[in-house]
């Protein structure tokens, strides 16, 4: 049995007749009619008798009009009840943490989305390296993380992020490795390299060349991709990264790493830290869209 049906038929009761209630209702008195017909057809009850062109409820009329007074003001206090919840527990704020990488727009969209249907929730996003990011994850300093692998993440909860982030190398389009589709180990020995400090992705390097770290020519580390654009540029050197996650200017091309090197994103948090109800709320959202 439909609630619409019974408001329906709640309105016929107190208005008295069908034409007079489809008017209340704003919609033709043949829609109602059908409607009250449909109503009675599957209780197989007549609910009402007509007397002086008025409607009258039978005894089976006057039972269901009272049932469904119940429901109806149950079902309104139910949906009160979760305007209420949603005011009390997903007004808020968020903070987040994110590198630079192609993940960054899925961050984008599940924000979107959650803002849309929580507009009362604020946030704000810290960008940098995924170790400045873990620092201030550990001091709780932000809520939730998006981290690029490789990255020890045994002390926090993660669910891993569907785009998988390519590597290569970043080279001014002057430079003689712009005419190959490809960079290959061997590509990378003398050549002089910008490298991101952290530790993880040296190593990451290290491993795909099949050299100790000490044996390529790195010239220069760095954090944010955003500074080494123009010494890319210059040819000072070429710049170990993932694709998409330097702004590319004009005099620079992306080449990706044969064999294949690609990792994920992850969101993360800690594990022993109590998240706020508008933290878990956000978190449900990302299990929704990717953990199935």
């Avoid at 790493?257 to 878990?280: D, G, I, K």
Wanted: glycine share 4%; aromatic share 8%; proline share 4%.
């Amino acid at each position: 049995m439909e609630i619409r049906l019974l408001k329906y038929f709640i309105t016929i009761a107190e208005e008295g007749t069908v034409s007079q209630a489809a008017q209340v209702l704003h919609i033709t008195q043949p829609t109602l009619s059908r409607q009250l017909k449909e109503l009675e057809t599957d209780l197989d009850t007549q609910l009402f008798t007509r007397q002086k062109n008025r409607l009258h409820l039978t005894e089976a009329g006057l039972f269901l009009k009272s049932r469904a007074e119940e429901i109806l003001e149950l079902t309104d206090q139910t949906q009160q009840e979760f305007i209420d919840r949603k005011k009390q527990l997903f007004s808020g704020h968020i903070a987040l943490g994110c590198v630079e990488a192609d993940n960054s727009d899925t961050l984008s969209l599940i924000l979107e989305e959650f803002i849309a249907d929580y507009p009362e929730v604020t946030f704000s996003i810290y960008t940098e390296t995924s170790d400045d990011i873990v620092e201030r994850l550990d001091k709780g300093l932000i809520d939730l993380a998006v981290l690029l692998e490789p990255i020890n993440t045994a002390k926090y909860h993660k669910i891993v992020l569907p785009r998988t982030e390519r590597w290569g190398l970043l080279v001014s389009s002057e430079s003689f490795l712009a005419e190959s589709d490809v960079v290959q180990p061997v590509d990378l020995i003398g050549t002089p390299l910008l490298v991101s400090g952290r530790p993880d992705v040296q190593q990451l390097v290290a491993d795909w060349v099949g050299r100790p770290l000490a044996n390529l020519n790195i010239i220069g580390n760095y954090n944010l991709s955003f500074n080494i654009i123009s010494l890319v540029q210059r040819q000072v050197g070429s710049a170990v990264c993932i694709e998409g996650a330097p702004q590319y200017g004009t005099g620079t091309k992306f080449i990706p790493f044969a064999p294949a090197v690609q990792t994920n994103c992850v969101l993360a948090w800690r594990r022993e830290r109590e998240t706020s109800p508008v933290v878990r709320e956000f978190i449900h959202y990302f299990r929704r869209a990717f953990e199935n």
